[in-house]
Every structure is written in C-alpha cells, then in structure tokens.
C-alpha cells in the first residue's frame, strides 16, 4: 500500500478494509513503515482503544491534570489507565501527549452529545 512494506488492515480476501476511529490522525488502516519495523524487532507493542475509552480519557485528562490532550494521545492515555493495575507501585508510565485537543473540541462535542 503506498509503495512501501508495513502492516495494514485486512479482510480475509486480503483486501484493504476501510477504518474508523474518533480520532482523524488514527482514521488510516496502515502504519508507516518505522512502526512496522519496530513491531517486528520487538521495541514497540500496540493495542487497541474504542472510540468511547478514548473521549473517557479525553475528558478525565481535562478534568484531573487541566490539559486538553489530542484525541490521538488520548487513546494513549486510555492504554495506560488499562494497564496501570497490572503493573507493581515501582514500576511507572510515561505517556507523550502530542498535539493540542482544542483541535478537536468539534469532535469531542460531536461524540459527546454538546452543542458548540
């Protein structure tokens, strides 16, 4: 897809399956080929975040540290709420929040049920 080697969204004829996320950044059934490497190498891991963990995380984030993160680190944020109970009370996360969210406050309204 797009004329190099990476990881897309399949069906099971293996054609190319069309996407949603809540998220526009992450609304493309393939990842550029830096994630496929470290993917395959083992550096990185990836999960999956619904739509509704995402503006949980959205709007908790707001409420909790007074920052308005981008739907996209959202899903990150949603990830590490998931994971923070697994883990042991030395062991710490780091989640980058790229971006601005007052980007997507249409979005974030939208999906919310507000009127802007």
């Known amino acids: 897809m797009h004329g190099n080697r990476t990881y897309v969204?399949?069906?099971?004829?293996?054609?190319?399956?069309?996407?949603?996320?809540?998220?526009?950044?992450?609304?493309?059934?393939?990842?550029?080929?830096?994630?496929?490497?470290?993917?395959?190498?083992?550096?990185?891991?990836?999960?999956?975040?619904?739509?509704?963990?995402?503006?949980?995380a959205f709007h908790d984030c707001c409420r909790i540290e007074g920052i308005m993160p981008a739907l996209e680190s959202s899903h990150a944020i949603?990830?590490?709420?998931?994971m923070a109970p697994t883990l042991s009370s030395d062991q710490i996360i780091l989640v980058n929040l790229s971006g601005r969210g007052d980007k997507d406050m249409h979005t974030v309204a939208e999906y919310s049920g507000i009127s802007l």
Request: aromatic fraction near 6%; glycine fraction near 10%.
């Open 9 to 56: 969204l399949q069906d099971e004829a293996g054609q190319v399956q069309s996407t949603h996320s809540v998220s526009a950044g992450l609304d493309y059934p393939g990842v550029g080929p830096e994630h496929a490497w470290l993917k395959d190498c083992g550096r990185a891991k990836y999960a999956v975040v619904s739509d509704d963990e995402a503006l949980k």
């Open 78 to 82: 949603a990830h590490a709420v998931r």
